[in-house]
């Protein structure tokens, strides 16, 4: 079967768009994971399959049709589900309007729930609506409530302290320690968090750099090391802001990852925003198997 497809990316976050106005895809973990081989495929972090909320296959999602007309079924390069993805919001909400399928202001649906979206010259404002922590009594009480393992150089060192939140999708975010490098850490493999999230987690290693900036990397859940994400350097902002001592005050950060620069600003009742560029870089077809 012939596909049609968009390449295309935030902060070097990059994905494969694949527009499926008919509903007519369904698309297997393997044809996702073969779309977004970089050898063998097109080649992506992940592959956003752009379907009408109304024909979703989650009867939750299909439940937001009244209030967004279009669903981003995000899946991982491994093939597997996310339930949310940042940079991907910019992206699909992108290649929307250049479709004409949409105005300046608008929602869409993820498995996260909705999401508000609207552009501002170049960048595109994503409203992440409300992040938690996970275990937020131990959180307070401790300062953390996760260890992660990570190997730096050669070698794997003593865990560090890491705060587990979930922004819809989950993450553990560690605030290295000033004698760390954050461009020494090896991230192939996956960091090993403890206790082990349920159903795995983005790793996020933060530095910070002066009063609102960080710069970030990030292990991402089905994919590996990531240029950027979304999600994450929210998530890498939030712990900030916590470890700071005001996590629920207003606050707005710039966040460094290796792909480029977005920017957080952290709202009242733990609501969070992130703004940032969304590229499309070529549109072509592909052969699905
Ligand atoms: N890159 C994304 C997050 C994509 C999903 C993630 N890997 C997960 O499994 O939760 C972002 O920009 O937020």
Redesign the pocket.
Known sequence: MTLRFTKGH?TE?DFVLVPDLDAELDLTPSQVALLADRQAGIGG??VIRIVRTADAAEEEVRALAGEAEWFMD?R?HDG?L???????TRVFATWLRREGLIGDEFSIATRAGLKGIRFEGEQVVTHMGQWRFVDEAKAQAQGFDALVHVEEAEEITEPYSALSLDLG??HTVVALPPNVNLNGLRLRRPPAVNPVPPE?S?VEFVRVLGPGRISMRVH????GE?R?????VCAAAIGTAFWSGDVDASSEYTVEVPGGTLRVRLLPGREVELAGPAVLVADGTTTLV
């Open positions: 935030g976050n972090d992940g995000y991982n597997s996310a339930q949310m993805c940042g940079n991907g999708n989950p795995g983005n991402e859940r089905g994919v990531t950027s994400c979304g999600t994450g």
